[in-house]
Structure formats: structure tokens, C-alpha cells
């Protein structure tokens, strides 16, 4: 009976690892292609949609993450797209306190931008480990899409974004953080 129940324990131990291993990560760039696509072809042309990246490590990845989602929603999809990226400007307006914003502040925000969908960004890091979480709301039904969460790996344009000054911190006027952001659009665009 003991060896029967060892057994069954072990088993149940390498299925999680081996789940573990299966877990696809993506670039930073893949991941942000993926939810275009994914976001995009989930709404009806014509659809206005707000990308709104409201927590990540540093403002220069929230600035890429919104750009970047504004240019592929926009030139690959074709769809109608407000970015409200700054971070600091929507704790403020609407008055945010912590660092997720509720549905309902998503919806009071793509009714004030006059946009029939709001994409939640946030990327969230563990250690080295970072992960890219998303979430559409439709404004006027309040109906969600189905979550999702890609787990980033490391490359050059992810330990760029990590240099940026933090969300938290009060950023010079514009150029680190704007270099930064068309610099790894540069590269990105090279390498497509």
C-alpha cells in the first residue's frame, strides 16, 4: 500500500514538472504580436480599441508595450486604437490607487475615450522571471475575454525595457525613456 501511494505521488510530482517544461514562453515581441492578433481578430472591423498598459517595471516598457500594440493593432489588424499609456495620467484622472484597475474603472475609462473595447496590459515580474497578463473588456456589455498570461523570456529587448526608469520613479521629460522606445522599435523592425 505505502509503495502504491510512493508510486502515485511520484507520478503526480514529474506530471507537474513536466507541465512546467511543456509552458511556452515568448519574446517580448512575440508576446505583444500574439495579443494583437489574438485581440484584434476578436472584434468586428470598425471596432475602436483602448490599449491601456497600466503596470509594468519601468515606464519604457509600458511605453513599448502600448506603442507597439498601438502599431500592430493598427497597421497588421487594421483596427481603430486609442493608446492611454501613461501610467501616472490614469492613476490620476481616475483616480487608481493600487496597482490593478477594476472593470469597472476600465469601463468608466473606454466610455470617457469613446471605444467599444479597453486592452488591460500589465507585466508582472518574479525574480528574473516576468510575465505578460491581458485582459479585454467590451464597454458596453461589461463582458470579459478570456484572460491571458504568457510567461516572457529573456532577450536583448526584454533586459532593455528592465533599464528604464521605474514606474514608480519620476522620469526626465521625454528623451530616456522616447530613445529608448524607437531605438527597440528600430531593432524590431529590422529584424521582421
Known sequence: ?????????????????AQAQRQQT????????????????????????????????????SDYVGETLTYDLQTKIHRDVITYRNVDTIHRDYKITGADISDTKAIEI???????????????GLGSAYQMNVLTINV??????TPSRLNLKED?????????????????????????????RAMREAAS
Open 110 to 124: 473606454g466610455k470617457a475615450l469613446k471605444v467599444d473595447v479597453v486592452l488591460l496590459v500589465n507585466v508582472k
Open 140 to 145: 458596453a456589455s461589461g463582458k470579459k475575454g
Open 26 to 61: 515568448y519574446t517580448v515581441d512575440e508576446a505583444l504580436t500574439r495579443v494583437s492578433l489574438t485581440a484584434g481578430s476578436s472584434m468586428s472591423p470598425g471596432s475602436k480599441i483602448a490599449v491601456i498598459s497600466y503596470e509594468t517595471p519601468t515606464k519604457t516598457f
Open 156 to 184: 536583448n529587448v526584454l533586459t532593455e525595457l528592465l533599464k528604464g526608469p521605474a514606474v514608480t520613479e519620476q522620469a526626465p521629460a521625454g528623451a530616456p525613456v522616447e530613445g529608448a522606445v524607437r531605438r527597440l
Open 1 to 17: 500500500m505505502k509503495k502504491c501511494l510512493m508510486a502515485a505521488m511520484l507520478l503526480v510530482c514529474f506530471s507537474f514538472a
